[in-house]
């Protein structure tokens, strides 16, 4: 079993819809929980960075922790073309040692 | 642009060649680690660093992989003898450091092995 298991889609939604993304994950050790975004060919970029449960907000987006379930999410209010990506989640026990990444989940927002 | 910043950005070579990547981190940045990233998986981790030592290294870095850091700066990844599946992005992150701090990544080397 993965440490990590995220759903690689494909993704497709109309510009404007709301977005969910998720990821569940096997080692209660993890706190740190990190959102990615990676265009094609580029390196993942960081959305969102949550410690332990509980939501996050910045924009258009929102973080969700569950630990008792071992589930995180990530939604995206009013969708845009330009949020066309695959978003990988991320995740570690102590942010100074590896990350331990979904496969990512590819994302298409269609005008 | 103060990133992470990774060198070439594209690489092609011959199976059996070494190559050598290099990643600049962000300046206060006294960790950095090695990812490898294939098509539709995410990032695989195989080193880091605390400033020039080398703390941990995954099972994935075989021993035709090296990696230093020598001043505690820049860091280079070397495969030897390169293989084909050694066909990937080789991405490169670096972090502060501070408990809650976490890593940003650079844009990425990718390796193709003919």
């Known amino acids: 079993q993965k440490e990590v298991e995220q759903d690689p889609g494909p993704l497709s939604v109309p510009e404007g819809a709301i977005v969910s993304l998720n990821c569940t994950y096997s080692?209660?050790?993890?706190?740190?929980f990190m959102w990615y975004r990676q265009y094609s060919r580029k390196g993942p970029e960081l959305l969102m960075y949550?410690?332990?449960?509980g939501n996050k907000e910045d924009g258009r987006f929102t973080a969700q922790v569950d630990k008792s379930s071992k589930y995180i999410s990530l939604f995206i209010r009013d969708s845009q073309p330009s949020d066309s990506a695959t978003y990988l989640c991320?995740?570690?026990?102590?942010?100074?040692?590896?990350?331990?990444f979904g496969t990512g989940t590819s994302l298409t927002v269609i005008p | 642009d103060t990133g992470v910043s990774q060198n070439p950005r594209h690489k092609i070579t011959k199976r059996g060649q070494n190559v050598t990547f290099r990643c600049d981190p962000i300046?206060?940045?006294?960790?950095l680690y090695w990812y490898r990233q294939t098509l539709g998986q995410g990032p695989e981790f195989l080193t880091y660093?605390?400033?020039?030592?080398?703390?941990?290294k995954s099972r994935l870095l075989s021993d035709r992989f090296s990696a230093e850091r020598p001043k505690g700066s820049f860091s280079t990844l070397e495969i030897q003898r390169t293989e084909q599946g050694d066909s990937a992005m080789y991405l490169c992150?670096?972090?502060?450091?501070?408990?809650?701090?976490?890593?940003?990544f650079g844009p990425g080397t990718r390796l193709l092995v003919l």
């Open positions: 992150a670096s972090k502060r450091k501070g408990g809650k701090e976490t890593q940003y």
């Open positions: 080692n209660s050790a993890f706190q740190y």
């Open positions: 949550t410690y332990s449960s």
């Open positions: 991320a995740m570690s026990a102590n942010t100074g040692n590896q990350f331990y």
């Open positions: 300046s206060e940045h006294n960790r």
């Open positions: 660093f605390q400033n020039e030592a080398q703390l941990e």
